[in-house]
């Protein structure tokens, strides 16, 4: 019986001498190749301001868990896992969150079911979780609205708005002056709420020197504290959406826009035959009847 040698074969990736191929590969290369935990998603959901994870579709808090817990939860939504989870040892920080899982069970039936341990990242990727935007919103002061007249904003304008608002929150970035808490997306415009009367006032000048528009200012009183009224602030921004070519009614007049920039707006009066220059606010603080394009 001794000296009886069993023929070792080749594993053709590590190149090293074992007695039998798993799927033409040795069983360390195979176990290499076929983990027991495949991460499906590697980015994650995070509250910025809490820290609640985005998991299998709600916000999910740290709990008396710790972070094991919520790890265990992310591995669930984003990772599948074949063989049952003995151990995960995990930490976080504001990138993102590293487990390491201890998982026993065997990726072939020829391979002795056994502990394996691998460590997995994954991404965060800030967001706001639902309780904290209603608590921010219960503590915003006031709203920017944006509307379209006569026409609503076009999708090119609002995004362009967008933009404008977030560089002038990364100019104002190192200020306290409170912040965006919500950006709603109307149909007939935009309303952006803040926690800070002076920023939604800010901002409503920034987008008003960018398009031909007026700003209005209205203030309602919303309660009483410690003796004083509290305000919630409305500014709201008008942007003329006239094109050259449109056709409407002033003072009882026919008249045609023939060109319109930030400041004025040349009109054709047809029946007079002349042509009058009349500034962004006093066209969108007449009474106006927008008859089309002609
Ligand atoms: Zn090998
Ligand atoms: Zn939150």
Not at 85 to 103: C, H, M, N, W
Not at 236 to 243: C, D, E, G, L, P
Request: proline residues 3%; hydrophobic residues 35%; glycine residues 8%.
């Amino acid at each position: 019986m001794a000296g009886r040698d069993v023929a070792k074969i080749p594993c053709p990736f590590c190149g090293r001498l074992v007695d039998r191929l798993i799927e033409g590969m040795c069983e360390d290369c195979y176990v290499e190749r076929h983990p027991l935990v495949k991460v499906k998603e590697t980015r994650v959901l995070r509250c910025r301001y809490c820290g609640a994870l985005f998991i299998r579709g709600r916000w999910i808090r740290e709990g008396r868990g710790g972070v094991e817990e919520l790890a265990a939860k992310v591995l669930s939504d984003k990772a599948s896992v074949s063989g049952a989870i003995e151990r995960i040892e995990a930490s976080q920080s504001y990138d993102g969150l590293t487990a390491r899982v201890v998982v026993k069970g065997s990726p072939h039936p020829s391979i002795e079911p056994r502990l394996f341990t691998y460590v997995l990242t994954f991404e965060y990727v800030y967001d706001i979780c639902n309780s904290c935007r209603e608590m921010l919103s219960r503590r915003e002061v006031a709203v920017l609205q944006i509307r379209g007249y006569p026409r609503g904003i076009e999708n090119d304008v609002k995004k362009k708005i967008i933009f404008i608002i977030e560089q002038e929150l990364y100019k104002l970035k190192d200020k306290k002056i409170g912040f965006i808490s919500d950006i709603k997306d109307l149909k007939n415009g935009i309303d952006i709420y803040t926690t800070n009367a002076n920023l939604a006032r800010h901002l409503a000048y920034v987008i008003h020197r960018q398009f031909p528009s007026v700003v209005t200012e209205t203030a309602k009183v919303v309660g009483v504290k410690d003796g004083r009224k509290i305000y919630h602030m409305t500014y709201s921004v008008r942007i003329a959406t006239y094109k050259p070519g449109d056709v409407i009614v002033l003072k009882g007049e026919k008249m045609a826009v023939t060109s319109i920039n930030n400041k004025y707006v040349v009109l054709h009066l047809s029946e007079r035959g002349r042509y009058e220059q009349l500034s962004i606010s006093e066209l969108l603080r007449s009474e106006v009847t927008f008859i089309g394009q002609h």
